[in-house]
């Protein structure tokens, strides 16, 4: 199943299931991460889908949204934890002049760092805004000191990343945080597609302007999703709603000859067959040096 997080006209979100037919199904949940804290989630999806399907089930008890309609809010707007792996993809460290790593190369963002499919992104104070396209795994039950087996069991779901990095921040100090963690910078979406339901390996795109930047597949990456969640339970515990971006493939703006950055009115685009797509413009206001 294909499952999002909505915003409605209140100005609230609401979970939601696709459904195939060119709409989205609301289900009572504020967002998909609370949907997957429910421990019979499934069973809500479900029972929410076969009202719908009922022609004699009261009409005002269910709400369908136009997919023409529909505002995607971030999918999992209140993230416990959004962990990262840098340098991942072959490719991306030999770009990077960097040899593969024994450990995954970590660093965390907050779930202020978020924003939806469609979403345009605002940068201020920074002049070397970069993108990172990346398939994102959604934790679907509690982890901790998890074997390999045990995590692989625990993927919710995969989505859609973008781990847009602002890259003069970033190297400032050899810690990556300050370039990483920029406030609704991160897209992710459009849609959560079940474990169960998606592939094993994933081509992953990034376009400027529609022009192709990056290809990879997942079969290339040094730590798969599995492994990347077992090894982070060993000293956090994850929950269900939690989010793990497992790193970016070559063809970053900062690896190229000249390095090249996103300008004011790009747009990016990230997508993943089987998945789906974002597409965001960038609004880069003029460069300010902070003072420390």
Known sequence: MKLATLRTAGGSTTAALVTGAGSYLTLPALDVGALLAQPQWRLVVEKAAEAAADKDQASTEINLIAAADA?????????????CCGLNYG??????GRELPEYPTLFAKYADTLLGA??????????????????A???GSELFRADEDQAREAIG??????????RDWQSRTLQWFQGKAWDATTPVGPVMVTADEAGEEFEVRGYVNG??????????????PAQLLSYISQFTVLRPGDLVLTGTPGGVGMGMTPP??????????TEIDGIGRLENQFRIHAHAEATV
Do not use: C
């Not at 505002?71 to 962990?83: E, S, Y």
């Not at 779901?157 to 602002?166: L, P």
């Not at 022009?211 to 798969?224: A, C, D, Y």
């Open 71 to 83: 505002d995607l809010a971030p999918l999992l707007p209140r993230a416990g934890k959004v962990i």
């Open 91 to 96: 490719d991306h460290i030999q770009e990077m």
């Open 118 to 135: 469609n979403d345009a992104v605002e940068v201020h104070g920074s002049g070397r805004v970069d993108w990172e396209a990346e398939l």
């Open 137 to 139: 795994v959604v934790v």
């Open 157 to 166: 779901g995969y989505t859609v990343a973008n781990d847009v990095s602002m």
């Open 211 to 224: 022009e192709l930047v990056q290809h990879g597949n997942t079969s290339t990456l040094v730590f798969g």
């Open 260 to 269: 090249r950055y996103l300008e004011d009115g790009d747009v990016l685009t």
